[in-house]
């Protein structure tokens, strides 16, 4: 929807909307970096137990698959910031990083498939600990 046409619907100020705006690009930038780095401390933390319980070749593979996770977690991020009105669809550059952990997982020895899929989905429990923390 158009600026200009949610003006004339709400009959609104446009500095006001312009105000919304901004205020709703600063959230979503505040919650990306949240997310971000919520998402690097609980794969830090995992990778150490990891390596204590584990072995260090598993816990190097599950950091590997979470360094990916946060690669893919800021490309989605930058793809639906750059989302406007007229355009609903999120590029797929950002499968190429799922793709690429799974041949490289499968082709080097130093890295086994199973904690290198696993760290790459860490940054789901952290989106779920954040949704919970702002609820």
Same mark, same amino acid.
């Given at each position: 929807?158009?600026k200009a046409l949610l003006?004339?619907?709400?009959?609104?100020?446009?500095e006001?909307v312009?105000?919304a705006e901004?205020?709703s690009?600063?959230?979503?930038?505040?919650l990306?970096?949240r997310l971000?780095f919520a998402?690097?401390?609980l794969?830090?933390? =995992?990778?150490? *137990?990891t390596?204590?319980? $584990?072995s260090? &070749?598993v816990a190097?593979s599950l950091?590997? #698959?979470?360094i990916?996770?946060?690669?893919?977690?800021?490309?989605?991020?930058?793809?639906?910031?750059?989302?406007?009105?007229y355009?609903?669809?999120?590029t797929r550059s950002?499968?190429?990083?799922p793709? =690429?952990l799974v *041949?490289?997982a499968?082709? $080097?020895?130093q &890295?086994e498939?199973?904690?290198?899929?696993? #760290?790459?989905?860490?940054?789901?429990?952290?989106?779920?600990i954040q949704a919970i923390?702002d609820?």
């Open positions: 929807m158009s003006q004339a619907l709400l009959a609104i100020d446009p006001a312009s105000t901004q205020k690009i600063e959230d979503y930038a505040q990306q970096r971000l998402t690097l401390i794969s830090l933390v =995992v990778s150490t *137990i390596a204590f319980v $584990f260090p &070749l190097r950091l590997v #698959g979470a990916a996770g946060i690669l893919y977690l800021r490309l989605l991020a930058r793809s639906v910031a750059n989302l406007n009105g355009s609903r669809q999120v950002q499968l190429l990083v793709i =690429v *041949i490289a499968s082709r $080097f020895s &890295l498939f199973l904690p290198a899929f696993l #760290g790459f989905l860490l940054y789901k429990p952290a989106l779920l923390l609820a």
